[in-house]
Each structure stands twice: as structure tokens, then as C-alpha cells.
């Protein structure tokens, strides 16, 4: 396959074509409008990255793990850590992609610059063909009717010469024969210039496309190489953050696989533990002994009877019973009298 060139293919079928140089300017737009467009991606890549660290960041300082012990409890501070880490990684990638739309849009303006400079050499020679071809046609059209001109005046100077025709008329055709091939040689001389100069324009537009077309295809292989670049950078950069999200997960994964679910509850145990005896049995007391037990004189310590003197009453009374006439229940004297029917009972 024979490889083909920008100068080979864009030409038009003749010369006010410019059908080549349309195609040429259709492409420098759109190569400039991709280029913009890579520019605005790469910023917003950049804010999205950015916005992303700082979320993590934020998530980071708000990640306080305190009800843990063990193996989990590093584990969840390890992930406070890669967290923090995570954050940087998209940091450094925004900073990436900021740089990467700087140099996009200079690039872009740089190739703008550039063709600007040829589509306007290439116009300029273009509209000098124009022009020029203008002004042939025209001189063509001037030859054309001159050298009419000059064949008619000849055909009717014949004419006269061989009719009876007074010799005044003669002279007056003759002249106008004269006349009439000055003008045709003139019209033939200019014509003959005009296609001259024609050439010399066609030959110095061939010449500027040949020169714009080689320029042009060169700035589409900078930009396409420019771009596979870039995107091949914005793929690793993409690609380390997957790698980094990676490498922390499994950070984490060989922290957990550290993780003993009875080691955990054993140092649990072990830092809260608050005794092994287990409490006594709540058993039944009569109050009497209850009261005794307070007293070693038989008599109520002030404690104790300020403690079942203020305590409420939870049993209704007995109807035998006569209720209290104070809230300031004497105890002793109920001691008192309990002692009395002691005696009395030990006594029958």
C-alpha cells in the first residue's frame, strides 16, 4: 500500500477549487476543538480529584474509633491511617491533572498560533491565484472579441476591395482593419501576460499548499501524538490510584486476618475484669434478728434504728394492731415491751 501524504489527496479539480484547503481548515477545527476539550476534562478531573481528597480527609478527621480493643481496634485505626493516605493519593492526582490542562491549553494555543500563520500564507496565495485568474479570464474574453474584431475588419475590407466602391470608404476600412489589429495584438500580448502571471501564481499557491499541507499533517501527528500521551498518563495516574486503593485494602486484610475473635474477648476480659467471687445468697431475716445483729447490747445502734426509723412501711398494719400515733416510731420502747413478754412466757 502506498503511503499517501496531506499534498497528495488535498486538491481541488481546477484552479478555483479549494476543496483541499476547506478539508484542511475543517480539520484544524476540529483538532483545535479537541484539544479544548481534553483541557476542560483534565480540569475537571482536577476539581473532581480534589474534592474527593478533601472529602476523604474530612472523613478521616471525624473517624474516631474508641469502643475497640485488640485486633480490631488497630484495624479500624489502620483505616484511619489509609484513609489519610487515600486523601493524598487524590491530592497528587488533581495537582496531575491541573498541570496536564496547563500544558493541554498551551499546547493548544501553540498549534493555533501555527496554523493561524499558514492559513494565512496559504490565503494570501490563494486570493492572489483568484485575482489573478480573474484577470485572465478577463483578458481571454478582451482576446477573444479583438481578434473577432480584427477577422471581421479584414473580412470587410476584402469585401469592399473587390466591390465598386469609392475609394474614401476603402481607406476608412483599411484603417479600421489597422485599427482593429493593433487591438488584437495588444488583446493577444496582454492575454499571453496575463496567463504568465497566472502560472507564476499557480505555481507559488502549488508551492504554499505543498509547504501547508506538510505543516498541517505535521501538527496532526503532534497532536495525536501529544494526545495519545496524555491520555496514556491520565490512564497510569487512574490506574496507581487503583493500585493505591489496593494496596491499602489489602493493608487492612492482612491486619484482619491477624484478628482472633476468642484473643479479642480475652483481652477484654482482661482490662475491664472486676472480680471472680460471685455475692452471697439475699436470705430471709427476721427483723428482730436483723435488729439484734445491729445491736450488741440488745439495744438498736443510732444507725441502725435511724435506719428502719426512716424506712417506709411496705406490709399494711394489722387490724389487731394499734397504728402509731407519731411518724417518729420509738423503737426501744417496742424493745422494751418484747423483752417484758419474755419474761413473762419464760416465767409460766
Not at 476543496?19 to 484539544?35: D, F, I, V
Not at 474584431?149 to 476600412?173: C, F, G, H
Not at 484482619?256 to 452471697?280: M, N
Request: net charge neutral; hydrophobic share 35%; charged share 30%.
Amino acid at each position: 500500500m502506498t503511503y499517501k501524504t496531506y499534498a497528495d489527496v488535498f486538491w481541488g479539480g481546477d484552479l478555483r477549487s479549494v476543496s483541499g484547503y476547506a478539508a484542511l481548515t475543517q480539520r484544524n477545527q476540529e483538532s483545535k476543538k479537541m484539544c479544548q476539550e481534553l483541557e476542560e476534562y483534565l480540569k475537571k478531573r482536577s476539581k473532581v480529584e480534589e474534592d474527593y481528597s478533601k472529602a476523604l480527609q474530612n472523613l478521616a478527621k471525624c473517624f474516631k474509633p474508641r469502643e475497640e480493643i485488640g485486633v480490631i481496634e488497630a484495624t479500624l485505626n489502620k483505616m484511619k491511617v489509609e484513609l489519610e493516605i487515600l486523601s493524598q493519593c487524590h491530592h497528587g492526582a488533581s495537582v496531575f491533572y491541573q498541570h496536564q490542562s496547563e500544558a493541554a491549553r498551551k499546547f493548544k494555543e501553540d498549534q493555533a498560533a501555527r496554523r493561524k500563520a499558514l492559513e494565512e500564507s496559504l490565503n494570501k496565495a490563494q486570493s492572489s491565484k483568484i485575482q489573478q485568474l480573474n484577470k485572465t479570464v478577463q483578458a481571454e474574453k478582451v482576446y477573444v472579441r479583438k481578434y473577432c474584431e480584427r477577422d471581421a475588419a479584414e473580412q470587410n475590407y476584402k469585401e469592399l476591395i473587390q466591390q465598386v466602391t469609392l475609394p474614401k470608404e476603402i481607406e476608412k476600412a483599411k484603417n479600421k482593419k489597422a485599427k482593429a489589429e493593433e487591438d488584437a495584438e495588444k488583446a493577444d500580448s496582454a492575454y499571453k501576460s496575463a496567463v504568465k502571471v497566472l502560472d507564476d501564481c499557480r505555481v507559488a499557491w502549488e508551492k504554499e499548499m505543498v509547504t501547508t499541507c506538510k505543516s498541517l499533517q505535521e501538527l496532526d501527528q503532534e497532536r495525536i501524538q501529544f494526545l495519545r500521551h496524555e491520555l496514556w498518563l491520565a490512564a497510569n495516574v487512574a490506574s496507581k490510584i487503583a493500585l493505591d486503593i489496593d494496596n491499602s485494602s489489602e493493608s487492612l486484610r492482612e491486619l484482619l486476618e491477624k484478628c482472633d475473635i476468642v484473643s479479642d474477648i480475652q483481652a477484654f476480659i482482661e482490662t475491664a475484669k472486676t472480680g471472680q467471687q460471685r455475692p452471697e445468697p439475699f436470705v430471709f431475716k427476721h427483723y428482730t434478728k436483723i435488729l439484734a445483729a445491729g445491736d450488741t447490747d440488745s439495744n438498736c445502734s443510732d444507725s441502725v434504728i435511724h435506719v428502719y426509723n426512716t424506712a417506709e412501711d411496705d406490709e399494711e398494719p394489722s387490724p389487731t394492731e394499734t397504728a402509731p400515733t407519731s411518724s417518729n416510731f420509738n423503737i426501744k420502747a417496742a424493745l422494751g415491751r418484747q423483752k417484758i413478754l419474755k419474761k413473762k412466757g419464760a416465767a409460766t
